[in-house]
């Protein structure tokens, strides 16, 4: 045997010959087809292991009309949401064996999102997730690429497509709900950008769950998820008389506002208690220990994975389902009972 022909990747045949089976037979096993014998699929993966095969996916794409990779419109990937939704995204889809191309973009516009859904069609993606949290994302899907399945996370539920999202108002109200069995007689918010459908949902929890007490509504405080936004905002809150509970819409903006308080001299959880969003990893070690409501990015990637290979499979591309994810609430040590 030649150095050239001892260098040659093992192809289909190759498998075939060393399991003792037909061409076919093996094409059968590649595919999880059923009908093949339990002996007959363990002596072809035998010969898989064996060889080092691995199968040819641009051949069989252009044979299949499949290009078994999904393509993913992101934005502003440095936060902690969106980058942990496309890392969850991309896992379900390798688990579901499929590749992933990702477009993120900087600027959220229409032509933007256009640009990038038409970018990914040209590559012949099998389907498209759009991470839309931002209310022009999710407006811009009105220009989808037809014939291609497409599914948004933390998008518009009012609009035409598939979205699987966290529940929002739900983790804002157990955050304010925390707060208020603690008896703080209401409690402060510091917000998310107003563009954002997350923020949007933040806050209407949150005041939700004060009218259904029968509390006072303070104005919210403006933040732009950045821990330098969250610091403003603790300065503010700081000097105010009466602030005695804030529920910050992420981790970071409380990462900022617990600094401001320790600078002022604000004793937390003695004087004011704060409960965060997100959970991001480094929640558990801030000072003090923040106590925060937890999204399960893992669900949405594989909820959004789920639903995009069933339009798919059944070729309805123009299908409205909504899936929701409930947060879950993690008690910390950064809130405390009022102390009068």
Do not use: C
């Not at 290009?67 to 939704?85: E, H, I, K, N, W």
């Not at 403006?222 to 819409?249: C, H, I, K």
């Not at 600078?263 to 106590?291: H, M, N």
């Not at 299908?319 to 994810?325: D, F, I, T």
């Amino acid at each position: 045997m030649s150095p050239s022909q001892e260098r040659r990747s093992p192809v289909m045949a190759d498998v075939a010959r060393v399991a003792g089976v037909s061409h076919q037979t093996v094409s059968r096993v590649l595919n999880d087809h059923p009908n093949v014998r339990d002996e007959t699929r363990t002596r072809v993966l035998a010969a898989i292991d064996q060889l080092g095969y691995r199968r040819n996916l641009v051949a069989r794409a252009l044979v299949t009309r499949h290009s078994r990779t999904l393509g993913v419109v992101s934005f502003d990937t440095t936060l902690y949401g969106p980058a942990s939704t496309v890392y969850g995204i991309e896992q379900a889809a390798r688990a579901a064996g499929y590749f992933v191309s990702i477009v993120s973009l900087r600027t959220i516009d229409r032509a933007g999102v256009r640009d990038a859904l038409g970018y990914l069609a040209e590559q012949g993606v099998d389907g498209i997730v759009v991470v839309a949290p931002q209310r022009s994302a999710a407006l811009a899907l009105a220009d989808l690429p037809v014939g291609i399945p497409v599914v948004a996370v933390e998008g518009d539920h009012d609009g035409d497509v598939s979205v699987v999202s966290v529940d929002q108002v739900e983790g804002a109200r157990l955050a304010t709900e925390h707060l208020l069995g603690l008896g703080h007689e209401t409690v402060w918010h510091v917000r998310g950008p107003s563009d954002w459908l997350e923020a949007e949902g933040r806050v209407e929890g949150w005041r939700a769950a004060l009218s259904a007490a029968g509390r006072a509504i303070p104005d919210p405080v403006a933040g732009d998820w950045s821990p330098r936004s969250g610091y403003r905002a603790g300065q503010r809150l700081a000097e105010m008389a009466g602030v005695t509970a804030v529920f910050v819409a992420n981790d970071q903006m409380a990462l900022g506002l617990l600094r401001a308080f320790a600078e002022a001299g604000v004793d937390v959880p003695g004087r004011i208690s704060v409960v965060g969003f997100d959970d991001i990893p480094e929640s558990e070690f801030f000072s003090p220990p923040l106590t925060t409501v937890r999204q399960d990015f893992g669900a949405v990637g594989r909820y959004s994975i789920d639903l995009l290979l069933g339009q798919m499979e059944t070729g309805r591309d123009g299908s409205r389902e909504r899936l929701v994810v409930p947060p879950q609430f993690k008690a910390r040590a950064s809130t405390s009972r009022v102390r009068r």
